[in-house]
């Protein structure tokens, strides 16, 4: 389920645009909570590496001494500003990129003081280094989480839409990050989740029976407080992973005020359904005798949580296991393989995929 909205970019177009136009347009990008714009320095640190210097600075957290006082020189019987110190970097002549997050929740001076620093990179009497590059984020206005902009500063910028990532965008990333089996099992049967309140209509009645979308994303007028969200997802898989430790009771409860309770409890009936799955080790010792779980829930975890252990040397065992379950199920273990970025590059050499691929008229 693809819920991008032509109007929208998408994670990598939004730090596409920065990377190429931002050392002469200033973007901020607007959405809604937890969509991912905040890691888009990430994204964008990971694709430029040390050609620049990163600068992370939380807008609403700051006041005038985060950005520069004025102090007396004595000498000349003048005031002049003093930058901090956050704003030169480790290398005050190496590019920066700067991304303001959350630029229009800061207070109504420091939101002024960012004008200058979006339009002509600077920060007092000091000018960013060429090349340098500033962006900002910020939730929509109809988000109602307090973003305010003023007529002058919207001249300043570029104002793009980021929309939530489809279903396949955050699975790729979520292998790829090690997203807990369990939680990718349950995305999986849930795509309704990455859908925006934005794009769906609210229908009380749905609300008043416990039913719907809207009892699991973020909605202004309904669910604001624990929801789904990319964000919130991640932070629900840091804590499954610890269940045994933890105990499934208490991790549900933590999960509540993570996700929200109907998320929290519909996860919780997939961690059940743990206790059906063999272990890692054991389809490598024993690919051809290790237990097929059951149901189709079970083996969408089994299909996830192998992805953890994957390596050059037992892919052939995880291959010779998966081909014996239903052939939807291979196929999708196969794709989800040849994608992932940490173990692509010995998968599509393994002899029992290329064959597999021939044999359903795949191209890889």
């Given at each position: 389920m693809d819920n991008k909205s032509a109007l929208t970019v998408d994670h990598n177009e939004a730090a596409a645009l920065i990377r190429i136009n931002g050392s002469k347009v200033s973007y901020v990008i607007e959405g809604e909570p937890g969509v991912g714009k905040s890691s888009i320095l990430k994204t964008l640190q990971a694709q430029l590496g040390d050609e620049y210097e990163y600068i992370y600075i939380d807008v609403p957290l700051k006041d005038i001494p985060d950005i520069a006082l004025s102090m007396p020189n004595h000498d000349t019987k003048t005031t002049m500003p003093y930058v901090n110190s956050i704003w030169y970097g480790k290398d005050k002549l190496k590019p920066k990129i700067v991304m303001l997050d959350e630029v229009f929740k800061g207070s109504e001076y420091v939101k002024l003081m960012m004008n200058r620093l979006l339009l002509e990179h600077m920060v007092g009497d000091y000018a960013l280094p060429e090349g340098s590059i500033v962006f900002g984020t910020t939730n929509n206005a109809s988000d109602g989480v307090g973003d305010k902009s003023n007529g002058h500063t919207n001249s300043r910028v570029v104002r793009v839409r980021i929309g939530k990532p489809s279903q396949a965008q955050w699975t790729q990333w979520a292998v790829d990050n090690k997203v807990d089996g369990l939680?990718?099992?349950?995305?999986?049967?849930?795509?309704?989740?990455?859908?925006?309140?934005?794009?769906?209509?609210?229908?009380?009645?749905?609300?008043?029976?416990?039913?719907?979308?809207?009892?699991?994303?973020?909605?202004?007028?309904?669910?604001?407080?624990?929801?789904?969200?990319?964000?919130?997802?991640?932070?629900?898989?840091?804590?499954?992973?610890?269940?045994?430790?933890?105990?499934?009771?208490?991790?549900?409860?933590?999960?509540?005020?993570?996700?929200?309770?109907?998320?929290?409890?519909?996860?919780?009936?997939?961690?059940?359904?743990?206790?059906?799955?063999?272990h890692p080790n054991d389809i490598i010792k024993a690919p051809t005798k290790a237990r097929i779980p059951k149901s189709a829930p079970a083996q969408l975890m089994m299909l996830y949580k192998s992805m953890q252990y994957l390596d050059a040397e037992n892919l052939d065992s995880f291959v010779t296991y998966f081909k014996r379950m239903p052939l939807e199920m291979t196929s999708t273990w196969i794709k989800t393989v040849v994608a992932s970025q940490a173990v692509m590059e010995f998968a599509i050499k393994n002899k029992q995929i290329t064959a597999f691929a021939i044999e359903n008229s795949w191209v890889i």
């Open positions: 939680v990718l099992a349950w995305v999986a049967q849930n795509p309704a989740v990455f859908g925006s309140y934005k794009d769906t209509a609210f229908d009380p009645r749905l609300h008043k029976d416990g039913q719907g979308i809207f009892h699991y994303i973020y909605h202004p007028q309904h669910n604001n407080v624990s929801y789904v969200c990319p964000r919130t997802l991640e932070m629900a898989s840091h804590q499954v992973k610890n269940i045994g430790e933890l105990g499934d009771a208490l991790i549900t409860k933590a999960l509540v005020g993570t996700i929200g309770s109907k998320a929290a409890l519909d996860m919780s009936a997939l961690i059940a359904l743990g206790s059906d799955l063999p």
